[in-house]
């Protein structure tokens, strides 16, 4: 995280290896997350509904943050991303990665602003 006045910027490095279980998730922010696609693919949902969320809170740099996961999303849009690919999901959609080719590696990219804004 850096700050470059008003936000932290973010740049964490995400590895899924292909046996790993995913869970469906929606963080409780406006925060939008950037995926890079570096090596691996898979299916991707985004949007829909999680079924029956969990709540958990995360204290991220800048504020408190609650997400929801579940074990998969009801409706959403599926799509096969591959090495090169970018992913943008907006803060407050669900996503899951509900199928990969193999081992999944890739960048998330966010700016969360330093104040309680962020939040819902």
């Not at 700050?3 to 939008?32: C, E, F, M, N, W």
């Not at 570096?38 to 809170?57: A, S």
């Not at 407050?92 to 966010?110: A, F």
Request: include cysteine; aromatic fraction near 4%; proline fraction near 5%.
């Amino acid at each position: 995280m850096v700050d470059v006045g008003g936000s932290q910027v973010g740049i964490y490095g995400a590895y899924r290896p292909a046996a790993a279980p995913d869970r469906a998730a929606l963080h409780q922010t406006k925060v939008t997350e950037v995926y890079c696609i570096l090596e691996g693919g898979g299916e991707i949902t985004t949007g829909g509904k999680l079924i029956e969320p969990v709540v958990t809170t995360k204290a991220m740099a800048s504020a408190i943050m609650n997400s929801r996961s579940e074990t998969s999303i009801v409706g959403g849009v599926t799509r096969h991303v591959g090495k090169g690919d970018i992913v943008i999901i907006p803060g407050g959609v669900p996503h899951y990665w509900n199928k990969r080719d193999g081992d999944l590696t890739y960048i998330i990219v966010r700016s969360d602003p330093t104040s309680e804004l962020a939040l819902k």
